[in-house]
């Protein structure tokens, strides 16, 4: 029986991780979503994988069917065009380091910011590779703490081995060294030490 995989409504990433947890046990899927947003990250996770494609607007919603036996590149007209992403490029000598520098991402609205790092923490939960080390620091520290929405993706990454360093003068700070509830505290010596031994540093 063809697995459905209905997405509509849910915001992102939630229906490019239920498509990616789908294709882990079908070769063959149907995904609904409701927007071309979504439309164009499943499309973009389904040809990442060499998935074939067919694309269908219907009234209830956008029908993406996929099939991972297909060869990969092949596409339907109504997908042409659609590009997927970058391949992971080889890790140089050293661990690739997340930084978090605040509790929200980008600049702007700081409404939608607190939603983006909500929805990027999530996301790293399902990302392959995960990154070996994250930092949390300045206001970002604040995603570590007690009352904080993200700590279970938190747990969740520190329990695949993601090293979590969070700033103790930044928890000093702003008061919060005794509401630790994810990663270690950590000191500028230590941060330091990580960052000049990276191999990569990606900045949030």
């Known amino acids: 029986m063809l697995k459905t995989v209905d997405a509509r409504g849910l915001a992102c990433p939630q229906p490019v991780i239920m498509t990616k947890t789908a294709l882990d046990t079908d070769e063959r899927i149907v995904v609904i979503v409701d927007n071309p947003a ?26 993406i069917s996929i099939s991972s036996g297909d060869p990969k590149g ?14 992971d490029a080889d890790r140089k000598t050293g661990p690739v380091v997340i930084t ?5 991402m980008g600049r702007g609205n700081d409404e939608l910011g607190y939603v983006l790092i909500k929805s990027f923490l999530h996301t790293l939960r399902e990302v392959r590779p995960a990154p070996d080390v994250m930092i949390f620091f300045n206001t970002g520290v604040k995603l570590c703490t007690k009352g904080s929405e993200v700590i279970d993706d938190l747990k969740h990454l520190q329990e695949k081995g993601v090293n979590i360093l969070v700033c103790g003068t930044c928890l000093n700070f702003f008061e919060l060294m005794n509401e630790l509830e994810a990663g270690m505290i950590s000191n500028m010596y230590d941060i330091s030490e990580t960052l000049l031994s990276a191999g990569k540093i990606v900045t949030v």
């Open 38 to 63: 979504a439309r164009e990250n499943v499309c973009r996770l389904a040809k990442s994988k060499g998935c074939g494609l067919k694309v269908e607007e219907k009234p209830d919603g956008i029908y």
């Open 74 to 87: 092949k596409e339907t007209e109504s997908t042409a065009g659609l590009t997927g992403p970058v391949e």
């Open 100 to 104: 978090i520098q605040q509790d929200r």
